[in-house]
Antibody
Framework: QLQLQESGPGLVKPSATLSLTCNVSGDSINSVGFYWGWIRQDPGKGLEWIGSIYSTGHTYYHPSLKSRVTMSVDTSKTQFSLQLSSVTAADTAVYYC??????????????WGRGTLVTVSS | SYVLTQPPSVSVAPGQTARITCGGD??????VHWYQQEPGQAPVLVVHDDSERPSGIPERLSGSNSGNTATLTISRVEAGDEADYYC???????????FGTGTKVTVL
């Protein structure tokens, strides 16, 4: 049974870099055809996709966040990470990691982590 | 950029049918996926590729997609169907995922 678990600081200061890690268990992060993504949700609001990464390192990023987002994957540790730079209060959200079908084209997210709340505040 | 519009809320009596729409420009040409999110929980995929149900999702949930509107239909609504529902597509013009604005389903 595939499981994803987010980890990282729950509080980040304005202008700092938000860093989160998603640990993958129950399946290989090298599974062919699957990408690993990050989605966030403002408290009480809708879902926003941040970006996705393949085991080879290929990435897709949301156009509006692209300048601030870096994603990486560590296949030996079966985890992938998100860094979001120059954060503001608008980046306060619950952050989810998830797996999605990515080949031959990006499709649906079939497994999600439970999410972690990150608050940006001094 | 591509926009998906959903009604903010839908109310339905138990046993009746709820229809949740997702509007987008020529959305019928895209694959639409639907997620159910209960309060405090992560989203769960309930329909993919317009009308396919993942294992474990009841047949009462069904999807369709044509023209400028995709629809998630919940038949014989139960109290446990009360949740937020989101549609989602991949916008190949700009290579990014788009989620709908979300619909809160209330069971009266």
């Amino acid at each position: 049974q595939l499981q994803l678990q987010e980890s990282g600081p729950g509080l980040v200061k304005p202008s700092a870099t938000l860093s989160l890690t998603c640990n993958v268990s129950g399946d290989s992060i090298n599974s062919v055809g699957f990408y690993w993504g990050w989605i966030r949700q403002d408290p009480g609001k809708g879902l926003e996709w941040i970006g996705s990464i393949y085991s080879t390192g290929h990435t897709y990023y949301h156009p509006s966040l692209k300048s601030r987002v870096t994603m990486s994957v560590d296949t030996s540790k079966t985890q992938f990470s998100l860094q979001l730079s120059s954060v503001t209060a608008a980046d306060t959200a619950v952050y989810y990691c998830a797996r999605h079908v990515g080949l031959p084209a990006p499709y649906y997210f079939d497994h999600w982590g439970r999410g972690t709340l990150v608050t940006v505040s001094s | 950029s591509y926009v998906l519009t959903q009604p903010p809320s839908v109310s339905v009596a138990p046993g009746q049918t709820a229809r949740i729409t997702c509007g987008g420009d020529n959305i019928g040409s895209k694959s639409v996926h639907w997620y159910q999110q209960e309060p405090g929980q992560a989203p769960v995929l309930v329909v993919h590729d317009d009308s396919e149900r993942p294992s474990g999702i009841p047949e009462r949930l069904s999807g369709s997609n044509s023209g400028n509107t995709a629809t998630l239909t919940i038949s014989r609504v139960e109290a446990g169907d009360e949740a937020d529902y989101y549609c989602q597509v991949w916008d190949s013009n700009s290579d990014h995922y788009v989620f709908g604005t979300g619909t809160k389903v209330t069971v009266l």
